[in-house]
């Protein structure tokens, strides 16, 4: 029987002009990923300041500085709409890289954020 599942995946971002990377383990029945979006406790920096990289089992889903601001979504989109749709990769070996990078863009002022990555799973019940 498969089930889906949310999962959350923090990184710090605490200081200005940083590339922060961190590899994330998946749980391991945890066998697609349907989707993903970013999102901050600081939206603007995210928005404004934020590139990233997004592997997934190895394989490149976005590239090197990638814009934030396209992977995040606001509250006037339905909760079943948020995600963006990666139609089912395969969480093969259960590892996701994000490397998120802070870059200074003039329109606002740096502090310490927390970046979020959301991924819309799906996962055998072993049961």
Do not use: H, W
């Not at 709409?81 to 990769?89: E, I, P, V």
């Not at 802070?102 to 979020?116: E, I, K, L, M, N």
């Amino acid at each position: 029987m498969i089930k889906t599942t949310k999962k959350r995946f923090d990184i710090r971002i605490t200081q200005a002009n940083a590339t922060v990377s961190e590899t994330f383990e998946l749980d391991k029945n945890i066998v697609r990923i349907q989707g993903l979006l970013l999102s901050s406790d600081k939206d603007d920096l995210l928005y404004y300041r934020g590139a990233q990289k997004i592997e997934i089992n190895k394989e490149e889903y976005f590239p090197d500085n990638y814009e934030s601001k396209l992977l995040m979504t606001g509250l006037n989109v339905s909760p079943k709409q948020r995600y963006y749709d990666l139609g089912g990769a395969s969480a093969g070996n259960g590892r996701v890289q994000l490397t998120y990078k802070d870059t200074d863009d003039g329109r606002t002022v740096f502090a310490p954020y927390r970046v979020s990555l959301y991924l819309d799973c799906e996962l055998e019940d072993l049961k």
